[in-house]
């Protein structure tokens, strides 16, 4: 298919959906694996009733794919010529990264589905199993403590990774300052 500009209006119509406006101006691959990889962020919500605070990575896609649609409608005729059609993650291919840096991105990708898996076996093993063998009364008084650890056990795990980050980029910049 062609890739050509197309009516703005529609473009910005289309563009409320990550993918669909990359869609209509011609790049088939771009648009679907953002669309795709947009929907597969609904999976973990779906999945496990109790994590709706996952939803925040849906909106950051979300956002990502309605500015990247404005950014590629925007380009200038000939750029927008130069513009290749290929998928979302393909567009991050030129980073240049570091073995060191692929192992901690393995080792977080891990830890995260790690924790999503026991959230899940939680959801699974407390609601339907262990609920049942609590009485009422105590019931009440346990419920809110309880219902709540999966959320828990990921606020910690992404306050320590943004402090790793935050120490990590200012370990980088005490290194260039020493630098010069």
């Known amino acids: 298919m062609k890739q050509k500009k197309k009516n ?5 119509i289309f563009s409320l959906l990550p993918g ?10 771009n648009g679907l694996s953002m669309m795709i990889i947009f929907f597969i962020s609904f999976v973990p919500m779906i ?4 994590m709706e605070f996952i939803m925040l990575l849906s909106v950051v896609l979300w956002f990502y794919g309605f500015f990247h649609a404005r950014n590629i409608a925007g380009l ?3 750029d927008f010529e130069r513009f290749e059609d290929k998928y979302i993650w393909e567009e991050f291919g030129d980073l240049e990264w570091k073995e060191h840096d692929q192992t901690k991105i393995r080792k977080w990708g891990a830890i995260f589905l790690i924790i999503i898996g026991v959230a899940a076996l939680w959801d699974y093993f407390f609601y339907e199993i262990i609920c049942r063998l609590i009485p009422g009364d105590y019931w009440n008084d346990i419920y809110p403590i309880v219902k709540d650890i999966p959320m828990v056990v990921f606020a910690i795990l992404f306050i320590i990774i943004g402090i790793k980050m935050i120490r990590g980029k200012k ?3 005490d ?3 020493e630098e010069v």
């Open 171 to 173: 370990e980088e910049l």
């Open 8 to 12: 703005r209006f529609f473009t910005f």
């Open 76 to 78: 200038d005729d000939e």
């Open 175 to 177: 290194a260039q300052s």
């Open 47 to 50: 999945m496990f009733n109790a």
């Open 20 to 29: 669909a406006a990359e869609m209509y101006m011609g790049f088939m691959k």
